[in-house]
């Protein structure tokens, strides 16, 4: 059984920046993706973005494309959130996930095995 630990929210001002990490444990490690969603008080999670676990390419949600980048360090099971110009409706609980495509676009339903979200708010 794979866990997922996300780590690296907290409080930033608006034009800031965090960086998450998400370390893998358990098995022997090796899914087709890894991505991130995220939840804001009183919305449906959304998905933020994903990448591929072997080739590293990255596909973002459009509200972050441009400002968010996602990376992996395969030899440390890890996977990383850059995010930079953070806007307050950046504001959630982020949580990373293991993911394999259903159809042409990534949506949260694609996602399993779910972290237990890290917070991050940035205030205007």
């Known amino acids: 059984q794979v866990q997922l630990v996300e780590s690296g929210g907290g409080l930033v001002q608006a034009g800031g920046s965090l960086r998450l990490s998400c370390a893998a444990s358990?098995?022997?490690?090796?899914?087709?993706?890894m991505g991130w969603c995220r939840q804001a008080p009183g919305k449906e999670r959304e998905f933020v973005g994903v990448?591929?676990?072997?080739?590293?390419?990255?596909y973002y949600a459009d509200s972050v494309k441009g400002r968010f980048t996602i990376s992996r360090d395969n030899a440390k099971n890890t996977m990383y959130l850059q995010m930079n110009s953070l806007k307050p409706e950046d504001t959630a609980v982020y949580y990373c996930?293991?993911?394999?495509?259903?159809?042409?676009?990534?949506?949260?339903?694609?996602?399993?095995?779910w972290g237990q979200g890290t917070q991050v708010t940035v205030s205007s």
């Open positions: 996930a293991i993911g394999r495509p259903s159809g042409s676009t990534w949506k949260v339903s694609d996602f399993g095995s």
């Open positions: 358990g098995r022997t490690f090796s899914p087709f993706a």
């Open positions: 990448i591929t676990w072997r080739s590293a390419r990255a």
